[in-house]
């Protein structure tokens, strides 16, 4: 099995790096990551400046745009064959409700999927002291699940795991995306040193 891997957070972001190490187990792997955090890119493509790839060490590449980007260099450009799947994580945080619209985490999955090929994208809900083995742990078990039964056409798997070791999750279940509101007091206005306003964008229900 081949499987592509991606996230949001960058590949040097321990999170992809566990996530890669575990999947090792289901197949052969393959890295193409942003070289820096691109958090809330969204489905952005990269057409106005070219794109560079950087083999960091086996396996394992960088390249200097979003996350879409590189799923679409990868399945288009880089690797000789169509990889089976495409998973996305793990990231530092939960990707719930219109959030979804923003993730880059998210995105990378829905570039897979319209690429055709079958795509997971793994969240862990947390903000600090992330434990990312048991998502870990969840997506090998879910990508096993997908090269023994496969996964309906034109479907993507957005999974957040909850901060716990692994034998502390007692289940699984589906849902429904809720509502995240960023509305006019989601804009905090402040002023730097020098007189001038900037602001911060921030989700508060």
């Known amino acids: 099995m081949k499987i592509l891997v991606t996230n949001d957070d960058g590949i040097y972001s321990h999170g992809i790096h566990i996530l890669a190490d575990s999947l ?29 790839l950087d ?13 879409t980007d590189c799923v679409n260099l990868g ?23 219109e959030d979804v619209t923003y993730s ?5 999955a829905i570039e897979g999927t319209i690429l055709c090929v079958p795509s997971i994208a793994i969240s862990l809900v947390a903000d600090v002291d992330f434990r990312f083995e048991a998502a870990a742990h969840f997506a090998v078990g879910l990508v096993r699940l997908v090269k023994e039964k496969g996964m309906p056409k034109d479907t993507l798997l957005n999974v957040n795991v ?12 589906i849902t429904r995306l809720g509502k ?3 509305d006019r007091n989601s804009i905090i206005e402040n002023v730097d040193p020098r007189g001038k306003k900037y602001y911060w964008i921030c989700c508060n229900q």
Do not use: C, F, Q, W
């Open 162 to 173: 909850p901060n716990l070791n692994k034998n502390e999750i007692r289940g699984v279940k």
């Open 55 to 67: 083999e960091i060490k086996k396996g394992y590449y960088a390249v200097n745009g979003t996350p």
């Open 104 to 108: 880059g985490t998210v995105s990378a």
């Open 75 to 97: 399945i288009n450009g880089i690797l000789k064959e169509m990889p089976d799947i495409v998973v996305s994580g793990i990231n530092k945080g939960g990707n719930l409700g």
């Open 24 to 52: 090792k187990a289901v197949g052969d792997v393959i890295v193409i990551a942003p070289d820096r955090e691109r958090t809330a890119a969204g489905h952005a493509l990269t057409l106005h400046k070219p794109l560079r």
């Open 180 to 182: 995240r509101i960023y």
